[in-house]
Structures are given as structure tokens and as C-alpha cells.
């Protein structure tokens, strides 16, 4: 039973941050002309989807430990897996997006993006940069995840 669980959160973790990620967030962008507007949208969504993964990832650890004592070998890989999931997750969420909103706000005061120092623009674009690539790491451990998994009829 614990397999089965730990299976269903595993896909709909990925399936929601593939959703959220590479579906939802770019619509916006194409749906709604003004961009700060579609970015606020945005960051509103991956704070709700931040802390999803992180109760999932908890969950998904939880049951994988769990399940250590019956497939050792392949249960301590998976669960090293999950734990890099949870610390890029951590580090995307309690570092990166904190620290792209003050950029963000830092931005809007100064005028917004057209006339603000081009450094700011620069460092919003790094941070944006980073957070996407660390989105995607979690994304693919996650795919790799799935395709480990061993279903038994």
C-alpha cells in the first residue's frame, strides 16, 4: 500500500510542477499584455507550488524510508534523489524567489523595468535564470524518479 501511495504522489508531484512549470507560467505570459502584471500571477502560483513540493517531497521521503526495508539498494538511491528534489526545492523557494521578489520591488520603485539600472535588470535575469534551472533539475530528478519505478501487477 505504501508503494501505491508513494507512486501517486511522486506523479502528481511531477505531473503539477510539469503543469505549473512548462504549461500554466507561459500562458500567462502569452494571455496578459502587461508583463509585471502576468509575473505577479506567476510568482503567486510557484509560492503555492513551492510549498506543495515541499510537503510532497516530505511525504514522498517519508514513504521511501519506509519502504528502505523491504528494496535496500534501490530504495537508498531513490531516497538520495528525493533529498536532492527537497534541497533544490528548499533552496529555489526560502532563497532564490525571496530574493527575486526584492529585486522585483526593488525594480518597481525605482520606475520599473524600462528605466531602472540596467545592473538590476541583469541581476533579476540571473535570478530568474537560476530559479528556472533549478526548477528544472527537480523537474528531471523527478522524471528519473518515475522511470526507476517498478510496478507490480
Known sequence: MRERIYIVV???????QAAVGYLVAPTLFDVISDRSYAGSIAGAIFERMGWLSLVGLLMLLGLRWKLDKTLIARAKWDSAIILAMLG???????????WIAHVRATIQQSG???????????????????????????????LSLIFRLRLKP
Do not use: K
Not at 113 to 137: K, N, V
Open 10 to 16: 511522486l506523479t502528481m508531484l511531477v505531473g503539477a
Open 88 to 98: 533544490l526545492t528548499a533552496l529555489g523557494h526560502f532563497l532564490i524567489r525571496p
Open 112 to 142: 520599473g523595468f524600462e528605466t531602472c539600472d540596467p545592473a538590476m535588470r541583469a541581476q533579476f535575469g540571473l535570478l530568474h535564470g537560476t530559479s528556472s534551472l533549478i526548477f528544472l533539475l527537480v523537474f528531471i530528478l523527478g
